[in-house]
């Protein structure tokens, strides 16, 4: 594994005398110069190793998109549907790779190159501010609280309606998950570490319950519903728990079908958190500068309160002298950082959005008006009743808490991460563009950090206590696609201009990242459509 301690190094070969170029607005500090290290060599004996940000985004993908949402679309109308997931996961593959472009290159996260664009950072921070609006909203934490409260409760679900004694419980449970949501960013170190020690376990016990239950307790037929849907392109609802393919209607009756528009923002939202979704794809660039991936060794990391002394973060990013030879390194670390994102991250997202949903598939009945803890509760219900009687009633009963418990896995350790995404995109961003803190010793990042960590719990615990799990996921995902879009288009344009010519990507990547986030934005317009009452 590679150190990220800050370093000095000397410039790379034949580079004596290079001076960092300072593109963009002026109120952002001139990069230092170092060199460019090789990229480690993928081996079947290193590959845990090299496992990156994508472990840790991967762990977090998995989360209320994939067990809420999923769940949600798949009882109503199958896997016909499943397709949207795969435009939106694709999508942010190459979102993922495009904002790593960047630190490879300056050791800087894309949110920190994002402000160094004109018209400058002022601009940015007030656009940013409401782009980012919906990730600082603790739905994951609410809705987690649910399945904890169901297994408490003796496997009943909770009814904070019509029942005070559940609305209480559900609200101390919020609150105790958000904190302890929180501890993984406070000690250990390098708060990297934490989160990728929290994640691996997540993905190794929710993707193996589910494997388990799929192999054993789903039909061949529920798999190829599931997974073949992830390739229906053009299906859309259109009444009832029907679908329609928008191509075969051309191409047979040489019209369009009647699109049913009244499922149109839960489409939206379903499309919005598969993956990651919003700004939350963002830290996979911080992250791969913690790694010490690229130019990101010589940056160095943010240190966690307790644990994190030895750790710093430099206030300003490194570049390399284009050359032959680092050019060549480059394009290794470049595909370093793909093999992270596609053999880790995107298998990890259409595995943990396909495994819940085809249990809901299976064990619900087609056209099952449900959403939220609805769905999944029913579909816990419905392992129960399968498992108990194939293998007996108490392994029907165990079954059910598994899944419950599963299904508070999936919530609360991604939590961690959402909010450690949302702290550490201005951290950052601050770190390098206020000239007050740049004056800190780089070892007071951890400090910085803490103080807006409290902030944030201060403000989480508030919105816990105002708002209910599903408008507090409404409001998230209703802003999370104008969010990825923006951020698509304006990754885009921080890579050709701020990095050297040799650097920039080419016009395959420019051409799919400008589709990108043209998806990501129609979705967004055709959603407020949606709420508004135009369609």
């Not at 909203?137 to 019509?162: E, I, Q, S």
Request: glycine share 12%; charged share 10%.
């Amino acid at each position: 594994m590679t150190d990220t301690t800050p370093e000095n190094s000397s410039p790379d070969s034949g580079s004596r005398g290079f001076r960092a170029p300072h593109p963009g607005s002026r109120e952002m500090p001139r990069w230092q110069t170092g060199k460019l290290v090789e990229a480690p060599v993928f081996t079947t004996r290193n590959w845990f190793q090299l496992l990156g940000p994508g472990l840790i985004l991967g762990g977090g993908a998995i989360g209320g998109g994939e067990w809420l949402m999923g769940p949600a679309v798949t009882a109503k109308y199958g896997g016909a549907l499943m397709w949207l997931a795969t435009l939106s996961i694709m999508s942010q593959v190459l979102y993922n790779i495009e904002i790593s472009r960047y630190t490879l290159y300056t050791g800087e996260p894309i949110f920190t190159g994002k402000f160094r664009t004109l018209p400058g950072p002022r601009f940015w921070l007030i656009a940013y501010i409401f782009l980012d609006f919906g990730a600082v909203f603790p739905y994951l934490a609410a809705n987690a609280a649910t399945p904890l409260a169901a297994v408490l409760l003796g496997g009943v679900l909770p009814d904070p309606l019509n029942n005070d004694a559940h609305w209480w419980l559900l609200r101390i449970l919020g609150y105790l998950i958000f904190l302890a949501a929180l501890i993984p960013l406070l000690i250990g170190g390098k708060i990297y570490n934490s989160l990728r020690a929290v994640m691996t376990f997540k993905i190794v016990v929710v993707l193996g319950f589910l494997t388990i239950l799929g192999i054993f307790h789903s039909s061949l037929s529920t798999w190829g519903e599931i997974f073949s849907g992830f390739l229906k392109f053009g299906s859309v609802p259109v009444g009832g728990n029907e679908t329609e393919n928008i191509f075969v209607s051309l191409m047979d009756k040489g019209t369009l079908p009647e699109i049913d528009f009244s499922t149109i923002a839960l489409l939206a939202a379903f499309a919005a958190i598969a993956g990651s979704g919003g700004l939350s794809n963002a830290p996979i660039s911080n992250y791969t500068r913690d790694q010490g991936w690229g130019m990101g060794r010589h940056v160095g990391a943010i240190p966690s309160v307790i644990g994190g002394h030895n750790l710093s973060l430099s206030h300003v990013g490194m570049v390399f002298q284009v050359t032959r030879g680092s050019l060549g390194r480059f394009r290794r670390w470049y595909r370093h950082v793909a093999r992270d994102q596609l053999a880790v991250w995107m298998p990890a997202c259409f595995l943990g959005l396909a495994l819940p949903s085809m249990l809901s598939v299976q064990f619900l009945p087609r056209g099952t008006e449900a959403s939220s803890w609805v769905a999944a509760g029913m579909t816990a219900a419905g392992v129960r009743d399968h498992v108990g009687a194939a293998w007996g009633l108490d392994a029907g009963v165990l079954f059910w808490y598994l899944t419950m418990f599963c299904g508070f896995l999936v919530l609360a350790p991604t939590m961690a991460t959402s909010a450690d995404g949302v702290i550490r995109r201005w951290v950052d961003v601050f770190w390098t563009s206020s000239a007050r803190l740049r004056k800190l010793d780089p070892s007071r990042i951890r400090i910085v950090y803490f103080k807006v960590l409290a902030g944030y719990a201060v403000f989480g615990l508030v919105m816990l206590s105002l708002a209910p799990p599903l408008e507090l996921l409404k409001i998230a995902t209703n802003i999370f696609n104008y969010a990825l879009g923006v951020s698509c288009f304006h990754t885009l344009a921080v890579n050709v201009t701020l990095l050297p010519p040799e650097l920039r990507p080419g016009w395959p990547m420019r051409i799919g990242m400008f589709l990108a986030g043209s998806f990501f934005t129609l979705l967004a317009i055709v959603t407020t459509l949606s709420l508004v009452g135009y369609l």
